[in-house]
């Protein structure tokens, strides 16, 4: 089965499954847990400055646009596309993250284990610094692509605060420590393994400063469609190359975002 995801800002989600032929799973956001950063009007846009004509106009959180006046939920225009075209969709109740105690309690866990594993004498030492490395990093494989060929500007390679290229892909094995409640599990190394795939995709509307969009603009403020598209169908590619290299039968795909 292949999971499908988008996460816009106002803290909904949206999953298109093919396990379940033709079904869209819309996880709403809670009622009762109102998000002060979005306007009531319009939600899903960010009123900002235009960067160019320095005028107030609305940001969209979802698509990137920008407009005069937010033009409603864009979530909800989506959906209702889906409907027109007869996909079926099923709407949920938004799951709430674990108490503030809890968040802790794993927080400084997850770090005392991570201490163990490497024989560090504590977090943040220097990953040169470890004694051991566990098994399973010897399986982690890099998927690099050198960008040659690509339709944006830039540079495509890892540089600086980028640990990985813009079309690169790393796949490395993993095991769960937590369940779905937050609850320890148990097993150590008997634990069964699972490839997680790390990719990025291109920035160009995270923010009306987002990084990749100047690479990707064939003027001030006007995105490159053709540009853009052709370069995240190579990373697309890439990265259903690395999970038919590892192996894997099943893929959960989370939201592919831009941040």
């Not at 995801?5 to 809670?30: C, L, Q, R, W, Y």
């Not at 890892?158 to 097993?187: C, M, Q, S, T």
């Not at 370069?231 to 697309?236: E, Y």
């Given at each position: 089965?292949?999971?499908?995801?988008?996460?816009?800002?106002d803290?909904?989600?949206?999953?298109?499954?093919?396990?379940?032929?033709?079904?869209?799973?819309?996880s709403?956001?809670?009622?009762?847990?109102?998000?002060?950063?979005?306007?009531?009007?319009?939600?899903?846009?960010?009123?900002?400055?235009?960067p160019?004509?320095?005028?107030?106009?609305?940001?969209?959180?979802?698509?990137?646009?920008?407009?005069?006046?937010?033009?409603?939920?864009?979530?909800?225009?989506?959906?209702?596309?889906?409907?027109?075209?007869?996909?079926?969709?099923?709407?949920?109740?938004?799951?709430?993250?674990?108490?503030?105690?809890?968040?802790?309690?794993?927080?400084?866990?997850?770090?005392?284990?991570?201490?163990?594993?490497?024989?560090?004498?504590?977090?943040?030492?220097?990953?040169?610094?470890?004694?051991?490395?566990?098994?399973?990093?010897?399986?982690?494989?890099?998927?690099?692509?050198?960008?040659?060929?690509?339709?944006?500007?830039?540079?495509?390679?890892?540089?600086?605060?980028?640990?990985?290229?813009?079309?690169?892909?790393?796949?490395?094995?993993?095991?769960?420590?937590?369940?779905?409640?937050?609850?320890?599990?148990?097993?150590?190394?008997?634990?069964?393994?699972?490839?997680?795939?790390?990719?990025?995709?291109?920035?160009?509307?995270?923010?009306?400063?987002?990084?990749?969009?100047?690479?990707?603009?064939?003027?001030?403020?006007?995105?490159?469609?053709?540009?853009?598209?052709e370069?995240?169908?190579?990373?697309?590619?890439?990265?259903?190359?690395?999970?038919?290299?590892?192996?894997?039968?099943d893929?959960?795909?989370?939201?592919?975002?831009?941040?």
């Amino acid at each position: 089965s292949l999971l499908l995801g988008v996460a816009p800002a106002d803290g909904a989600s949206m999953v298109v499954t093919a396990g379940e032929p033709n079904t869209v799973i819309h996880s709403a956001p809670a009622a009762d847990v109102p998000n002060p950063s979005l306007p009531a009007q319009g939600v899903g846009w960010k009123k900002i400055q235009h960067p160019v004509s320095g005028k107030a106009c609305h940001f969209s959180l979802v698509s990137g646009e920008m407009r005069e006046e937010p033009m409603g939920d864009p979530i909800a225009e989506v959906l209702q596309d889906l409907k027109g075209a007869r996909v079926h969709v099923k709407e949920l109740r938004r799951l709430r993250g674990p108490p503030e105690d809890v968040r802790n309690s794993v927080r400084d866990g997850t770090k005392s284990k991570v201490c163990q594993e490497l024989g560090l004498l504590e977090f943040g030492q220097p990953v040169s610094e470890a004694l051991v490395m566990p098994p399973l990093c010897k399986s982690t494989c890099l998927f690099h692509d050198s960008g040659e060929g690509m339709h944006g500007n830039g540079i495509a390679e890892a540089n600086g605060e980028f640990l990985l290229g813009r079309f690169d892909v790393v796949a490395l094995p993993a095991v769960a420590d937590f369940d779905a409640g937050w609850r320890f599990i148990k097993g150590g190394a008997n634990k069964s393994p699972f490839w997680v795939l790390h990719a990025a995709a291109l920035n160009v509307g995270e923010s009306e400063n987002a990084p990749d969009f100047k690479d990707y603009a064939f003027d001030i403020n006007r995105l490159s469609l053709t540009s853009y598209i052709e370069d995240m169908d190579r990373i697309f590619e890439n990265i259903f190359h690395a999970v038919a290299s590892v192996g894997a039968k099943d893929v959960i795909w989370f939201p592919f975002g831009m941040g």
